[in-house]
């Protein structure tokens, strides 16, 4: 049984006060939860997030890393890092770091296996842009990113979360339908199936993530694929971010 994991990607949102009164709402809620909760902020504000969300089931995690344990690397933070500020996980590809900063499979591949190796959990995000799904590039697309997990042993596979973001959905208001969204999940396993078997590909977590609302969140968690949400917009704000919890308990009851 996988348990749904509801993440938020605050993005380059919400300065130490705003993102400490959200922490603060969403721990003060969540001593403990039936799915996980994740949040995920600004760098700078780590450690601040890390303090508010202390014994509560708010887990935290960054938006990037560099794969390189230490040294000259002007702007990057490392693994060690991330786990010295209280961080569990971290978030490699997202669609926004590959198209604006210009990362690519093969420097992603390397920063999972950095984050997998300092003892983080990592979220490798995967997803289409428009025209790919438009030209019925959507498969090769996929297959082509998961190669994101060529340094990832089998059993460091535990410690893995794929999410599946199509890049048209994300900030857009246009979510994938919950078939898209089932398709695209399904041939994810698939991928996970044939890179590293049945028993892994049927534990491990497939988020999706693009414009997930308080009002679409249950019908995309019920997907029998759909493993939890990354969520961008609707995280910034305690009712909304709250709501989508709501939907991933909802969700992971009817499933178990
Ligand atoms: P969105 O962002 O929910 O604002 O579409 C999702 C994401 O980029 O993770």
């Given at each position: 049984m996988r348990r749904i994991l509801v993440a938020g990607n605050?993005?380059?949102?919400?300065?130490q006060n705003q993102g400490a009164a959200l922490s603060q709402a969403l721990a003060g809620k969540y001593a403990s939860c039936a799915v996980e909760i994740l949040v995920c902020p600004a760098s700078p504000y780590l450690s601040s997030v890390a303090t508010t969300t202390r014994g509560s089931a708010v887990q935290l995690g960054a938006q990037n890393l560099y794969?390189?344990?230490?040294?000259?690397?002007?702007g990057e933070v490392c693994g060690d890092m991330l786990k010295d500020v209280g961080c569990t996980w971290v978030l490699v590809g997202h669609s926004e770091r590959r198209q604006f900063?210009?990362?690519h499979d093969e420097l992603l591949a390397k920063k999972v296996a950095a984050g997998l190796q300092h003892g983080l959990k990592v979220v490798l995000c995967v997803g289409e842009l428009l025209a790919e799904r438009q030209a019925g590039q959507t498969e090769a697309v996929l297959e082509k990113q998961m190669?994101?997990?060529?340094?990832?042993?089998a059993e460091q596979m535990a410690n893995i979360v794929i999410a599946y973001e199509p890049v048209w959905a994300i900030g857009t208001g246009v979510t994938a339908s919950t078939e898209q969204a089932q398709q695209a999940h399904a041939f994810l396993r698939g991928q996970l199936k044939s890179r590293y078997g049945e028993a892994i590909a049927s534990a491990t977590r497939i988020l999706y993530g693009g414009s997930v609302k308080a009002d679409n969140a249950l019908e995309l968690l019920s997907?029998?694929?759909?493993?939890g949400a990354l969520v961008?917009?609707?995280?910034?704000?305690?009712d909304p971010f709250i709501a989508i919890i709501e939907a991933g308990i909802q969700a992971q009851t009817q499933k178990s």
């Open positions: 605050w993005k380059m949102n919400l300065l794969f390189a344990p230490q040294g000259a690397f002007t900063f210009g990362e190669a994101g997990l060529a340094q990832v042993s997907q029998p694929d759909v493993d961008g917009g609707a995280s910034l704000k305690a």
